[in-house]
């Protein structure tokens, strides 16, 4: 069995967001929240906090290529090319991302904010395929947002697979959409590790083992990860932790590490 990792990048910086957006105050909130509810303790709240004075807080992107490529994982990482609910990087910065990524010889694709606009989707995939350089990629949705012509849609413009599909239940696989490739995927960090689940560390480990168990037994091809690059630092103890343990569980199980690429002939 494969494990299939991915990296949404929503942000690259603390700085983006002033007098842009809401995801300041919603950080703050968040972080209060769930030191009420006893998820950090007070010396995480306080690091929460410093972070947000910090010029490259919330990036930990080249730690989490580093770590990635010392670990043999090689992920598929998107990067938005468009501002739009709470990303709010520029273009420079987005450039800067893939290129880095791309310097790790990891793939890359988009991330669409425009899902119900074809002309609006349409600059998106040209944007980024100017700024990448690459003449096919792939594509998943902002916040996962869907509506019933978007996947057709994505696949009219040429996109050689989207996963935006969380399929925890029933662990899909991937399927043809047209000449497209729909790969669902399967756990996301903030749905077993968020503020607003009750989850803790404990809890979201023997979620994971469980859903692995359960693709194993089933004899699925792939389990697909989601991992945001945001997490990979000090201010989210809990989610770094899970995904260090996770890469070195999967290592431990002997399942072998793949993108969405190299799942293509099995779509």
């Not at 057709?152 to 043809?176: E, H, K, T, W």
């Not at 009750?198 to 979201?204: D, F, K, Q, R």
């Amino acid at each position: 069995m494969k494990i299939v990792i991915s990296h949404d990048i929503d942000h690259l910086s603390v700085r983006e967001h002033i007098f842009k957006d809401l995801i300041i105050p919603k950080y703050i909130f968040w972080s209060i929240v769930e030191l009420a509810r006893r998820k950090i303790n007070f010396g995480t709240f306080l690091i929460k906090l410093g972070m947000l004075g910090k010029k490259n807080g919330w990036n930990n992107l080249d730690e989490l290529l580093k770590f990635d490529k010392q670990h043999g994982v090689n992920p598929t990482f998107f990067v938005g090319v468009r501002n739009g609910k709470g990303l709010s990087y520029s273009l420079a910065q987005a450039q800067r991302a893939i290129k880095a990524i791309r310097d790790y010889g990891f793939d890359v694709g988009l991330h669409g904010i425009a899902f119900n606009n074809f002309e609006r989707m349409k600059q998106e995939s040209e944007i980024f395929r100017a700024l990448s350089g690459l003449k096919e990629f792939g594509v998943r949705m902002h916040y996962l947002r869907l509506a019933p012509q978007t996947l057709n849609m994505l696949d009219q413009l040429g996109y050689i697979f989207d996963s935006s599909i969380l399929s925890s239940g029933s662990i899909a696989q991937g399927y043809r959409i047209n000449r497209m490739v729909e790969f669902p995927f399967h756990i996301m960090d903030g749905a077993i590790l968020g503020p607003k689940v009750s989850y803790g560390l404990c809890e979201a480990k023997a979620i994971t083992e469980r859903l692995l168990n359960k693709a194993e037994a089933e004899k699925k091809d792939y389990v697909g990860i989601l991992f945001h690059q945001r997490y990979f630092g000090p201010d989210f103890p809990h989610y770094r932790a899970w995904y260090i343990w996770l890469i070195n569980h999967c290592k431990e199980r002997g399942y072998k590490f793949a993108n969405y690429r190299q799942l293509m002939d099995k779509g």
